[in-house]
C-alpha cells in the first residue's frame, strides 16, 4: 500500500480530527454504493480505509512513523529481512552481505529494535471486511436474519436487530482475515442501507406517511385503513378535516432495543376525483360562498 497520509490527504502532523474529516469525505465519494460497478473506484476506497484503519489507531501510527511498520501493518523488519536474503542469494554467498565490519543481520535488527528483536515480533490482529446490506423499512423495523457471502465463498448469518437504521453498522467479530504472527482474527462491519419505500419515509424513529383522502371523508368524517410497519391499522378522520392535518399513532415508528419507540405520523391530504364530477360540480356552485377568499385575507392575501 502506498504511504498512509498521501492516500488520505494529510500532513504527517495532522490531528485526529484532520484525518477523521478527510476520511470521511473521501469516503463518501468513492463507496461502491455511489458507484456500482467502478472497480477501479473501489480499489480507491479499499486503499482509502486502510489507510485510515491505520492512522486512526494511534499505536500503530506512532509504529509506522518510527519505521518499525509497513502501511499495511506489517513488521518493517520483514521486508528488511528479505531484502537481505535476496541479496546474498545474487552475491552467491552468504558471507559477502554484511552490514559494516563484523556485522550481521541480528545486529541490524539490534540497532533497530533494541538487544532482543524477536521480542518485538508481536501479534497483531487481522484486517476487518466491509460489506453493505440492503433491507427494507419493514425488515428493518421488525428484525430479521440474512445469509450473506462475503470474500473466498465464505457464508454468514446476519442478524439484523429490530429498530435498525440507515447507516448502522454492525460487527461480526472474528469473521474477518487472519491475524499477523498468531494475532486475533479481524471482523466483518457490515452497513445497512434501507431500501427506498413506496410510501414510508423515515425521521429519527418516527415513520411519515401521506393518506389521500375524498372531499366527502374530509367533511363528514370517516374510518379510514392505513398501513404500517407491523400490518394494517383503523385510522379516524374527524370531520371537516383539511389537507395537512397530522395524525400521530404512537409507537408505531421503529422500535430499537433499549430505545422509546417512534411514531407512525399520518398527513392526511385531500384529493378530487380523477374525471369531472358534473354533479359535484353544480353543488359547489350553489355551496361556494367565497370561503378560500376569506381564508387567504386572514394570512394577509391579498386577491
Given at each position: 500500500?502506498?504511504?498512509?497520509?498521501?492516500?488520505?490527504?494529510?500532513?504527517?502532523?495532522?490531528?485526529?480530527?484532520?484525518?477523521?474529516?478527510?476520511?470521511?469525505?473521501?469516503?463518501?465519494?468513492?463507496?461502491?454504493?455511489?458507484?456500482?460497478?467502478?472497480?477501479?473506484?473501489?480499489?480507491?476506497?479499499?486503499?482509502?480505509?486502510?489507510?485510515?484503519?491505520?492512522?486512526?489507531?494511534?499505536?500503530?501510527?506512532?509504529?509506522?512513523?518510527?519505521?518499525?511498520?509497513?502501511?499495511?501493518?506489517?513488521?518493517?523488519?520483514?521486508?528488511?529481512?528479505?531484502?537481505?536474503?535476496?541479496?546474498?542469494?545474487?552475491?552467491?554467498?552468504?558471507?559477502?552481505?554484511?552490514?559494516?565490519?563484523?556485522?550481521?543481520?541480528?545486529?541490524l535488527f539490534s540497532d533497530l529494535f533494541g538487544n532482543n528483536a524477536s521480542q518485538r515480533r508481536r501479534p497483531s490482529k487481522g484486517r476487518n471486511l466491509s460489506f453493505t446490506l440492503n433491507v427494507s423499512l419493514e425488515d428493518a423495523a421488525k428484525g430479521l436474519k440474512h445469509r450473506i457471502k462475503i470474500s473466498g465463498n465464505k457464508v454468514l448469518d446476519v442478524k439484523v436487530p429490530p429498530g435498525t437504521k440507515d447507516g448502522q453498522v454492525l460487527r461480526l467479530k472474528g469473521q474477518g482475515e487472519p491475524g499477523i504472527l498468531g494475532g486475533s482474527l479481524g471482523d466483518v462491519m457490515v452497513t445497512i442501507r434501507l431500501d427506498t419505500h413506496p410510501f414510508f419515509t423515515l425521521n429519527g424513529h418516527d415513520i411519515h406517511l401521506v393518506a389521500p383522502i375524498s372531499l366527502d371523508e374530509a367533511v363528514l368524517g370517516a374510518k379510514i385503513t392505513v398501513p404500517t410497519v407491523d400490518g394494517k391499522v383503523a385510522l379516524n378522520v374527524p370531520k371537516n378535516t383539511s389537507s395537512g392535518l397530522k395524525l400521530r399513532l404512537r409507537g408505531k415508528g421503529l422500535a430499537p432495543k433499549g430505545k422509546k419507540a417512534g411514531d407512525l405520523i399520518?398527513?392526511?391530504?385531500?384529493?378530487?376525483?380523477?374525471?369531472?364530477?358534473?354533479?359535484?360540480?353544480?353543488?359547489?356552485?350553489?355551496?361556494?360562498?367565497g370561503e378560500g377568499k376569506k381564508f387567504r385575507k386572514k394570512l394577509g392575501f391579498n386577491d
Open positions: 500500500m502506498k504511504d498512509p497520509y498521501s492516500v488520505i490527504g494529510v500532513s504527517k502532523n495532522a490531528t485526529v480530527a484532520d484525518i477523521k474529516k478527510a476520511y470521511r469525505g473521501l469516503a463518501k465519494k468513492l463507496h461502491p454504493d455511489v458507484n456500482p460497478g467502478d472497480t477501479s473506484v473501489e480499489k480507491r476506497f479499499k486503499e482509502v480505509s486502510e489507510a485510515y484503519r491505520l492512522l486512526s489507531d494511534s499505536e500503530q501510527r506512532a509504529k509506522f512513523d518510527r519505521g518499525e511498520i509497513n502501511p499495511d501493518g506489517s513488521p518493517a523488519y520483514e521486508n528488511l529481512f528479505r531484502t537481505n536474503q535476496g541479496a546474498r542469494h545474487r552475491s552467491g554467498s552468504e558471507s559477502t552481505f554484511s552490514f559494516g565490519q563484523g556485522g550481521s543481520d541480528f545486529d399520518v398527513t392526511l391530504n385531500i384529493v378530487l376525483p380523477d374525471t369531472v364530477d358534473l354533479e359535484l360540480e353544480a353543488f359547489i356552485s350553489k355551496w361556494s360562498g
